[in-house]
């Protein structure tokens, strides 16, 4: 098991600086990042689907049903190029909104406890800045997705930075 860590540990040093650069990448340019991943993911279907069409012509089984995964693999490739910014954009405007009716059900819970005399002002300013939150992710779902995608890239370089000073500590000790 310690040798099989030993090796794991070899390549620290390689993990943290590509972790440390693709996270400034996603910090600098989120936008391209991401467009490089969907057109990865649709380059991946339109291969395979190519792929078998290739198979099926070099086997020469040209059966109508033999082109259909090759097919079916190259449309879920446009697909994904056609509807990856309107299915990320719809999952931040659906948190959005289970944002925004939490906010305004804590506000209304804060008012009713106001009346009764047991409300704090902190939890009024929470439950406005969840509508404030979940209304800025309903307004602009996208950058949301942009900001979320950069929150990672913040990780991956805290991440990359520390992989690296871990590694630097263990290679003097």
């Given at each position: 098991?310690?040798?099989?860590?030993?090796?794991?540990?070899?390549y620290?040093?390689?993990?943290?600086?590509?972790?440390?650069?693709?996270?400034?990448?996603i910090?600098?340019?989120?936008?391209?990042?991401?467009?490089?991943?969907?057109?990865?993911?649709?380059?991946?279907?339109?291969l395979?689907?190519?792929?078998?069409?290739?198979?099926?012509?070099?086997?020469?089984?040209?059966?109508?049903g033999?082109?259909?995964?090759?097919i079916?693999?190259?449309?879920?490739?446009?697909?994904?190029?056609?509807?990856a910014?309107?299915?990320?954009?719809?999952?931040?405007?659906?948190?959005?909104?289970?944002v925004?009716?939490?906010?305004?059900?804590?506000?209304?819970q804060?008012?009713?406890?106001?009346?009764?005399?047991?409300?704090?002002?902190?939890?009024?300013?929470?439950?406005?800045?969840?509508?404030?939150a979940?209304?800025v992710?309903?307004?602009?779902?996208?950058?949301?997705?942009?900001?979320?995608?950069?929150?990672?890239?913040?990780?991956?370089?805290?991440v990359?930075?520390?992989?690296?000073?871990?590694?630097?500590?263990?290679?003097?000790s």
């Amino acid at each position: 098991m310690e040798e099989f860590m030993k090796k794991m540990n070899q390549y620290d040093l390689l993990r943290g600086v590509l972790a440390t650069i693709l996270g400034l990448v996603i910090i600098w340019r989120p936008g391209m990042v991401f467009n490089g991943i969907v057109y990865i993911i649709a380059a991946y279907f339109a291969l395979m689907g190519l792929l078998i069409l290739y198979t099926v012509l070099r086997e020469k089984d040209h059966l109508a049903g033999s082109y259909a995964p090759g097919i079916l693999l190259l449309l879920v490739a446009l697909a994904v190029i056609v509807l990856a910014k309107p299915i990320v954009a719809f999952i931040p405007f659906l948190l959005g909104l289970f944002v925004v009716i939490g906010g305004v059900r804590q506000l209304l819970q804060e008012i009713q406890l106001n009346r009764q005399g047991l409300a704090g002002t902190g939890w009024f300013i929470f439950a406005i800045l969840m509508i404030i939150a979940g209304a800025v992710l309903l307004l602009n779902p996208f950058k949301s997705v942009l900001l979320m995608f950069r929150i990672f890239g913040v990780i991956a370089v805290i991440v990359g930075i520390s992989t690296m000073i871990r590694y630097r500590q263990q290679r003097v000790s």
